[in-house]
Structures are given as C-alpha cells and as structure tokens.
C-alpha cells in the first residue's frame, strides 16, 4: 500500500468552532481535479460552480459550501491557506492503515484553517524534508510543509515543531502555528 502522510487535529480551529472549516475540491497546475493526501497545504480559492440539467434546461449554479483549492505558493498569504483533514473513511477492506488513505479526485475532502494558536500532528510524509523540534515550518510551491532552522526571506511562516511525538507505529512532528 502507499504511505501517505497523517494528520492529527491535536488543537486546531476548526474542531470546536465550526467557521474554521471548510469543504474543498483540490485542483492540479493543469486545472484538473486530482487526488490529495491529509496533511497538504492548499489555497483557498472561490467556491465552486457546477452546471446543472433539468429537463431541457440547463444552468451553472455556485455552490454553497466547496470552494476550490489549488496549490499555495512560497509567498501566499497564510489567511489565504487551509490544510486538508479529512475523516479517513475508506469503503475498500484492503485499506487497514490511517497511511493507505488518500482524497479521492473530485471528491469534497475537509480542510482548517491555519489559525495563530492552532496546533496539528503531522507525519514525515506531509513535508518536504524530515522536521527536528525546534524548526520554523513555511510554506513552499506545492502543497507540502518546508522545514528550515530559520525564516525564509519570501516564504510564509507557518509555525514551529515543538515536539516530536511517536505514537503507535507513527511518528508527528506538532506544529504550533504562529502565523
């Protein structure tokens, strides 16, 4: 099976306040939906329209509720950024590990927003390289976490490991976000 990465929602927004949420349908560079795992940093965009066909009639309506979400840049505006999380409900019995599931493309996956105070557990797949406690995590081109030992002129903080916690068979690397 693959080996995705895994999210905790250890203090985040979203969990007890609902506004923090929100319902996402990840697009690629090539405007395509496309699969996405939990743990992935996204740009909020605009919500969603969909054509709509009754009878003879047909029409574009805006959803109300799944906004579209593409890859964030190095620079975007951490108001701007959710990080997808998705339950990781799977209806396929081979799939047995939280690190098999993925979001599926043209599927609504769940997503929070990075709020000053949150904090989420994230394993080793959800960065662009291993983090240590202690590194400053910023946003890099894609949809992955960057560690660094210090800022990036030009690049995002998103906020600091503050502990490195092994649980079970994973490892998470707690990201406290400091905006």
Known sequence: MKN??????DKMFGTDNRTGLYS?????????????????????GALIDKTVKTGSTTSTVTSREIYKATDVKADTKLTE???VAAPEVEYDERIRDLDDYINKADVAARAYTLSVGCM?????????AK???????????GNKLKPVASATSGSTTVGVVDAVEK?????YYVVRVTG
């Open 24 to 44: 996402v349908k990840y697009f690629d560079s090539t405007d395509k939906a496309a699969e996405l795992e939990n743990g992935c940093v996204v740009k909020l």
């Open 167 to 171: 649980v079970g068979r994973y490892t």
């Open 81 to 83: 950024v959710v990080i």
């Open 4 to 9: 995705y990465a895994v999210i905790r929602t």
């Open 120 to 128: 989420f557990g994230l394993t080793e797949q959800g960065f662009t």
């Open 131 to 141: 983090p240590a406690k202690g590194n400053i995590i910023e946003l890099a081109a």
